[in-house]
T-cell receptor, first 109, second 114 residues
Framework: GDSVTQMEGPVTLSEEAFLTINCTYTATGYPSLFWYVQYPGEGLQLLLKATKADDKGSNKGFEATYRKETTSFHLEKGSVQVSDSAVYFCGTQGGKLIFGQGTELSVKP | NAGVTQTPKFRILKIGQSMTLQCTQDMNHNYMYWYRQDPGMGLKLIYYSVGAGITDKGEVPNGYNVSRSTTEDFPLRLELAAPSQTSVYFC?????????????FGQGTRLTVV
């Protein structure tokens, strides 16, 4: 069945550092790929998405590119802020919506 | 702008008790989902529904039941609660048959089984 694997956290960075969170997926066909973010005490909210190979999703300085050949959708940001501290989930939808285990990001001033 | 509403927000159950977690959405979404979130384990799909009258198992369905009699409501039933069901439960909805459709999440229900 479909599955998603994310790099384990927690990830701790200093403000303005470069961020990469790795995500790989297993799915049949061409699923849509997502990154969701969860702030403390809240539900998940969509950060960005891509729906076909080589698409780049972007939002709030975050980017991720749909790589069919490596079945990956890595999340990147050039300069993180304290306000980016949250848990990030990679997800795939080829029918049902499946998520990885989440990566906690902590950004220190 | 209610979106996805879950009740209750917190609940403590004794082992062997039963309860229903309520979820309702006002966006006319066809797909609805139930997840549980355990520390370090991410979000696991329990059950989902693609429309009224249709439900299907997710990754971790054992110990749970669902029904979908209306588009708006998707209750999750726990029978004979066990400590392993202590978790935070999230309900979500979307236009799941549309490519790239965003899922909207409720605020979660924190359940403790003692």
């Amino acid at each position: 069945g479909d599955s998603v694997t994310q790099m384990e956290g927690p990830v701790t960075l200093s403000e303005e550092a470069f961020l990469t969170i790795n995500c790989t997926y297993t799915a049949t066909g061409y699923p849509s790929l997502f990154w969701y973010v969860q702030y403390p005490g809240e539900g998940l909210q969509l950060l960005l998405k891509a729906t076909k190979a080589d698409d780049k999703g972007s939002n709030k300085g975050f980017e991720a590119t749909y790589r069919k050949e490596t079945t990956s959708f890595h999340l990147e940001k050039g300069s993180v802020q304290v306000s980016d501290s949250a848990v990030y989930f990679c997800g795939t939808q080829g029918g049902k919506l499946i998520f990885g285990q989440g990566t906690e990001l902590s950004v220190k001033p | 702008n209610a979106g996805v509403t879950q009740t209750p927000k917190f609940r403590i159950l004794k082992i062997g008790q039963s309860m229903t977690l309520q979820c309702t959405q006002d966006m006319n979404h066809n797909y609805m989902y139930w997840y549980r979130q355990d520390p370090g384990m991410g979000l696991k799909l329990i059950y989902y529904s693609v429309g009224a009258g249709i439900t299907d198992k997710g990754e971790v369905p054992n110990g749970y039941n669902v029904s979908r009699s209306t588009t708006e409501d998707f209750p999750l039933r726990l029978e004979l609660a066990a400590p392993s069901q202590t978790s935070v439960y999230f309900c979500a909805s979307s236009y799941g048959d549309r490519v790239g459709a965003e899922a909207f999440f409720g605020q979660g229900t924190r359940l403790t089984v003692v």
